[in-house]
């Protein structure tokens, strides 16, 4: 009898849960994240997954469950999430204090903000005396003034590379 099951089409969780009802099965689960509702093709998505749908990315933001009764819980990247959970009425997000940058291709974990180059640096022994931070953004890595904050937002990539000893 699961095709029976299978027959509904679409399901808004929102809505089962606000009528305090069971989800059923569906072939497409509709979500409200952050207040955008989203679809999803599967009653256990991960929290990647969910975060992908409204343009985020876990190097930067926490998914959080909602429940009708005013509970919540955060989601991790890899964890899966039962759509069809009893209460669940959608996620929010929320910007980490403690995000994720790349740094010669290996993760690193920093407090969002302006940070210096020296501090960015020092993450892999490096200083601004005999390294040259560079950022990856739309495009080739570009160096970035030692003497100016960087903006840490999570997900970041940088690369460094020794000082040249001439002048450019």
Not at 2 to 19: G, H, K, P, S
Not at 59 to 82: G, K, T
Not at 112 to 121: C, N, S, Y
Request: hydrophobic letters at 35%; proline letters at 8%.
């Amino acid at each position: 009898m699961a095709e029976e099951q299978l027959e509904v089409v679409e399901i808004d969780v929102f809505e089962f849960a606000e009528r305090g009802e069971e989800v059923p099965h569906a072939k497409v689960y509709k979500v409200r994240i952050d207040g955008e509702t989203v679809r999803v093709d599967t009653p256990t998505p991960t929290g990647e997954l969910l975060l992908s749908k409204v343009h985020k990315r876990p190097c930067a933001f926490e998914l959080i469950e909602e429940f009708i009764h005013h509970e919540n819980a955060v989601v991790e990247p890899s964890e899966s999430v039962n759509l069809r959970k009893h209460g669940l009425k959608g996620f929010i997000t929320a910007h980490k204090e403690i995000v994720n940058i790349s740094i010669n291709g290996k993760p690193y974990h920093i407090e969002r903000g302006k940070r210096t180059v020296a501090e960015i640096l020092l993450k892999i022994d490096q200083t601004p005396e005999g390294y040259i931070l560079m950022e990856e953004q739309d495009g080739p890595p570009l160096p970035l003034p030692p003497n100016l904050p960087v903006e840490i937002r999570g997900c970041e990539v940088f690369h460094s590379q020794p000082q040249s000893g001439g002048s450019s």
